[in-house]
Each structure stands twice: as C-alpha cells, then as structure tokens.
C-alpha cells in the first residue's frame, strides 16, 4: 500500500522556523521516521514538500491514481485555499489533515480550515507525531475499523 504525504509551504523550514511552535525537528527527521513506522505497518509513504500551491494540487491528483490515501499539512493554504479544497475534494482517496501546532488555540485567522470538511479527519497540535497519529488514522480507516 502506497500512501502520500505532503507538507506545504515554509515546513521545509521546520527546526529552523518559530522552533517554540513547530519544535527542533527537521521535516526530513520528521518524515524518516514516518518512513519506519509505515514500513513496520507494511506500507510505503511517498512524501513531498512544496512551496507553490499549484504543486500541491498536481500531487494531489497524482495521489488520485495509484495511492490509498493522503496526509497533507497544508501549512497556511489550510486557511484559505479553496483550490487546495476543491483538489481534494475531486479525488477519491482518503486525506487527513495534520498540523504540528494547535490551530484553535493561536491567532484567529488560523482557527478556520477550508479543508477539513474535505477530509476524514484532523490531528492538531500534538507537534511532529501528529503526522504518526493520522497515519495510524488513516491505515484504521483504510482497514475498514473506522467504527
Ligand atoms: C501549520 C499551522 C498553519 O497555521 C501555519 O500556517 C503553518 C503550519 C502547523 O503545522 O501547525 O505553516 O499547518
């Protein structure tokens, strides 16, 4: 099982950006050992960062087509991309929203996500294992145990 994984802009500054925020690791450190854990669980993660939207949203068409399901931290499109919830919207796999940081408890422009009616799900605010927590979300939900 291949699942995609996709952080969007500036979380390749991560370990170096607002580290009282996003935490010390690097997205590298945070998507190797992603990498460990889905190949413990028998699956395979394809992960990609991008600054640019219309990247994100040629990903996650390609996600469409041979990938199980999606984990996406859209940084701050998150707030405002329609096109990025149109995207995900228009394919039928399986996405989980993360965000390292708890979108609720910080300025109020962050506490709307215009993708999460478009997911199955969101995990916020528990730092980098956020991304562990919603592949384990996601690999219930593709098992049929969402229940
Ligand atoms: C973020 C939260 C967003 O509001 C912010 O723009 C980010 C990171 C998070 O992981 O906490 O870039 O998605």
């Not at 945070?30 to 992960?47: P, V």
């Not at 087509?65 to 931290?73: F, H, T």
């Not at 199955?120 to 145990?145: P, R, V």
Request: some cysteine; overall charge negative; aromatic content about 8%.
């Amino acid at each position: 099982m291949k699942l995609m994984v996709l952080n969007g802009p500036n979380l390749n500054r991560l370990g170096k950006r607002e580290p009282h925020i996003y935490g010390h690791k690097t997205l590298e450190q945070i998507m190797n050992s992603l990498e460990s854990i889905a190949r413990e669980s028998g699956c395979e993660i394809d992960a990609r960062q991008s600054n640019h939207e219309g990247e994100l949203i040629d990903w996650i068409h390609e996600a469409a087509e041979g990938y199980s399901g999606l984990i996406l931290n859209a940084g701050a499109y998150t707030h405002y991309s329609y096109a990025i919830r149109d995207a995900l919207a228009g394919v039928d796999i399986p996405a989980i929203e993360v965000h390292l940081s708890n979108i609720y408890a910080r300025e109020s422009f962050r506490h709307t996500s215009v993708i999460s009616e478009v997911t199955i799900g969101q995990i916020s605010g528990f730092g980098n294992i956020g991304y562990e927590l919603a592949l384990k979300g996601l690999l219930h939900y593709l098992k049929g145990e969402e229940n």
